[in-house]
Structures are given as structure tokens and as C-alpha cells.
């Protein structure tokens, strides 16, 4: 969740940030060259951009984070450039909307299983950060979590998929199909934040966990 | 928005006013009430923690900057280090939001924050684990705006500071000057 002017600026807050930038700057360069400090005479309070516009900086945000982690494209062998401008809403959604799925698939202890399902992907994100920062690599955590909430997106499609059919064979499929996409997602943020000698150590628990995730999509009953 | 406050300063944006008051008190009293009324877990889940997550974009991104002038947000530079930007209007625009609003502002961030320990405080007397998660997501939410914002109002002292000393250094050297070119 970032309010960011990060290159290239979105149109849609550009004004709002001039006006705010401008100001500050006001006051900053009217320096001792000048007599009084020369302001500007005082601009009218800087138009807030409507919400609506805010809101949709925000969803074109996710968008195009999510395109860029899960789906090909040419900046993937570079992590830092992908996911620069890293949220959290998206993987807000994607944990949020994978604990439902799981929940409705179940026909007992929904609560318990969204609460579960909701616990351990979030702590899950966090702990792998960890893992990864204590291996003595070199990622920025929030961009990690952000990242590994991303990779969630295919193993929600796949618990959609098996939420409408029931059967035990496609179930089996589909969560082979999804988890390899969301490995294939994560591997190459996570391996080039560490040392190549301990590029599995940092791998094996982000399998692991989705591993586990894709078994509670097809044990779920 | 009256540009010529009345003698009694009113709220000069009430919409924004009442906008961050709602989600934080929807969120509050809908996890209080529902636990009275509703007995799915899931749904008292995701819709304290939505109107949480609504109440901390709408703090972030829109009453923080309209109601006290303050920013805050994270960038990657190159480097491709992270780098946590805070930032205030200008002394004078400082000087003119409303007081009121200020005052709101901060005071519903606390006692929003207060709240949440104290509904947390009764969920581990309960051994609710479950209630005590959907507590924590909405105390981190809250805290996290707190802190963002208190880091911008340091930067707003450190900038009256600064400005302060420039104009001070600015005003004695007009001074010298001036009082050279009368010689």
C-alpha cells in the first residue's frame, strides 16, 4: 500500500502531487539569496484528486503487479524492477479470497478453516521473509510479502476450479498444474535475493508451504 | 469550504471528517455487535477486517492528507533499496488547517487504536485465538497509520526548525547588507 511517486508518475494523481511538491519546495528554495523569503503568494488548497482516481491508481496497481508476477513478460530475470512498486492489497485479497474458497469447500468447520487457512498463508508470508533475511539474503520484506502474496493467484484459481468439480482426479491435476505455477512464480525473486549455494534453502519452505496449501485444497471435503 | 472562518472555527472539512470517523467506528461496533447477533465466524472475519483495511487506505491516502497535510509512503529507489518518504506541506499551509480537524484527527487514530487493545485484552482472557487474529489484523492497520503519521509530524517540526534557522541566518545578513549600502 504505497502512495508512491515513483517514475513513471500516474496521470491521475500527477496534479495533486505537483501541488503538494510545489508548495514544499516554496518553501525550501526561498533561501538567503532573498531579502524575505519570496514566497509564492499562497496557492489555493491543493486539489485533492477525487477518490475515484485514487481508488483507481490503486486497482491499476495491482493489475499490473499481478501481471508481472504471476503471467510472462520481459522482467522477470530482473526481481528489483518487478514488483518496484510492491502493495499489499493484492495479496490482501488473494488470502482472504483463498481462506473462502476453502471455507465453502468445507462442510464442517468452516470458521476453523478459514481462520486456519487465513493464519498460516499470512504467517507463512512472514516467516519465509525471514528465512530468506536470515540466510543472509538481500530482499526488502515488505516487497517479499507482497511478492509471495502474488503467487498466491494461481492456487486460488485452482481452488475455484475444484470448489465447482468434485472430482478426486481433476482435484489432483489441477493443484499439480497451479502449484508448479505458483512456483514457477516465485523462484526467481527468491533465488536471486540469496547466495547460490543456499538458493534450495530458501526455495524448499516456499514449495513446502504451497505444497501444503495445495493439499488442503484437495483434502478439503 | 469557508475560507473566512468564523470567529468560532467550525470543521472545514466535514466530509472528510466523517468519512474517517465511519470505518474505524463501522468496524468497531459491527465486530462488538456482531458476536452479539451473528455466529459465523467467517463473515465477522472479513468484514471487521475489510472496513479495517478501508478505514486505514482512506486515513492514508485521503483524510491524512486533507486534514492534517501529511504523507507518508514507501519507494524503491536504483538502488533497489527501500526508502520510507515523509512528508508535510509547507509552514504556512501547516499554519492554516483547521484546528479542529487536527484535533480529530489524531484523537480518533488513539482511541481507535486503545479500543482495539482493550477488544484484544477480552479475547485473550477467552482463549478466543480466532477473534484475537481478526484483533491483531485491525491493531496492526491501526498502528501502522500511527506511526506513519507521527513520523511526518517529527519531519513537520524539523522543517519549522530549519526554516526557522534559514530565515533567522536570511533576516541578519539582509541586514548586514542593508545596513552596508547605507554607508
Known sequence: ?????????????????????NLINASVHSGPATVLPARPPSPPRAQIPPVWDTVKRDLSRIV??????????????????????????????FIVFLGLTLSWSASVKKSEVF?????????????????VLLLGGQIIFFQSLSLLGYCLFPLDVGAVICLLKDNVILKVIVVCVTLAWSSWAAYPFMSSAVNPRRKALALYPVFLMYVSVGFLIIAID | MDPNQPVQENYANPKTCFFHILFKAAGLAFYILSALFIDNFVIIFVVTV??????????????GRILVGLRWWNEINDLGESV????????????????????????TLYLTAAAWTVLGIFSLIRFQ????????????????????????????????????????ASRVSSTIQSAFSVV
Open chain 2, 129 to 168: 485465538a480466532d477473534y484475537l487474529l481478526v484483533v491483531g489484523v485491525c491493531l496492526t492497520l491501526s498502528v501502522a497509520n500511527i506511526v506513519g503519521f507521527t513520523k511526518c509530524k517529527k519531519d513537520a517540526k524539523k522543517q519549522i526548525q530549519a526554516f526557522a534557522q534559514q530565515t533567522i
Open chain 1, 1 to 21: 500500500m504505497s502512495l508512491t511517486d515513483t517514475v513513471p508518475l500516474h496521470a491521475s494523481s500527477q496534479s495533486d502531487i505537483d501541488e503538494i511538491e
Open chain 1, 64 to 93: 499490473s503487479n499481478l501481471k508481472l508476477v504471476v503471467f510472462p513478460n520481459p522482467y522477470r530475470e530482473d526481481p528489483g524492477k518487478a514488483l518496484r512498486d510492491w502493495d499489499l492489497w493484492g495479496p490482501f485479497f
Open chain 1, 115 to 131: 481462520a486456519v487457512a487465513f493464519a498460516v498463508l499470512a504467517a507463512g508470508a512472514v516467516i519465509l521473509t525471514l528465512n
Open chain 2, 50 to 63: 475489510l472496513l479495517a483495511a478501508l478505514d486505514f487506505w482512506v486515513v492514508k491516502n485521503v483524510s
Open chain 2, 84 to 107: 520510507w518518504r515523509f512528508e508535510c506541506l509547507d509552514q504556512e499551509s501547516l499554519a492554516r488547517m483547521n484546528k479542529k480537524d487536527s484535533w480529530l484527527f489524531w484523537w
